[in-house]
């Protein structure tokens, strides 16, 4: 059974301040996906990682899918309270199908 | 926005009550998903369809079936609703492979029972 870890579970933290979310498998993946999900809406796909070791940045989240495509950072920097939400990542199998694994989530609050 | 329409988007029903929620897409996408997401448990795979009548079980699929008569339709049926099932529940579509076999969710369906 793939599973994916999520660290830290919950991190408050200070509008400006910098943070790094890790997402963690014993399972290799064809790519990964990191989503952020406000209270009442759907999970909302901010970038899918593909290749062993790629960085992809959006604006002031940077992306990091591991060498081995096991597992994934995502670091924001200079957070803001709009980065507030649940940030789940995913870990899709190879090819079509149901093989998507999700992570439990970071819940992460900036305070102004 | 991956064009998926979910409703209805708020639901209060019985115990004992069946229930529909529908999932429509707009963009032909072979594959959708039910999931149900809840506190402790996270994303869980209720059910999933990769074709036109074509669909096969999940995770958590018992109390559940779904339907799929239509490529931009993925009807998901409680049929005799109870407490265990009030959750929120999300229907995604599967991006092509050259995107990274990516999925897009829906803004999800809250559904009570009572």
């Known amino acids: 059974t793939q599973l994916l870890e999520q660290s830290p579970q919950f991190l408050s933290i200070q509008e400006g301040e910098n943070l790094t979310v890790y997402c963690n498998s014993s399972?290799?993946?064809?790519?990964l996906q990191w989503y952020r999900q406000e209270p009442g809406e759907g999970p909302v796909l901010l970038v899918t990682?593909?290749?062993?070791?790629e960085v992809k940045k959006l604006k002031r989240l940077t992306f990091q899918f591991g060498d081995a495509r096991k597992d994934s950072s995502l670091h924001i920097t200079a957070a803001q309270p709009g980065d507030t939400g649940l940030y789940l990542c995913?870990?899709?199998?190879?090819?079509?199908?149901?093989?998507?694994?999700f992570g439990p989530g970071t819940r992460l609050s900036v305070l102004p | 926005d991956a064009g998926i329409t979910q409703s209805p988007r708020h639901k209060v029903t019985e115990t004992g009550t069946p229930v529909t929620l529908r999932c429509h897409q707009t963009?032909?996408?072979?594959?959708m998903y039910w999931y149900r997401q809840d506190p402790g448990h996270g994303l869980r795979l209720i059910h999933y369809?990769?074709?036109?009548?074509?669909?096969d079980k999940g995770e958590v699929s018992d109390g559940y079936s779904v339907s799929r008569s239509k490529t931009e339709d993925f009807l998901l049926t409680l049929e005799s609703a109870t407490s265990s099932q009030t959750s929120v529940y999300f229907c995604?579509?599967?991006?092509?492979?050259?995107?990274?076999?990516?999925?897009?969710f829906g803004e999800g369906s809250w559904l009570t029972v009572v």
């Open positions: 963009e032909n996408h072979r594959y």
């Open positions: 995604a579509i599967q991006s092509g492979l050259a995107s990274g076999n990516t999925i897009y």
């Open positions: 399972s290799v993946f064809s790519s």
């Open positions: 369809s990769y074709g036109v009548k074509d669909t």
């Open positions: 990682v593909v290749t062993g070791g």
């Open positions: 995913a870990g899709a199998d190879y090819g079509y199908g149901q093989n998507f694994v």
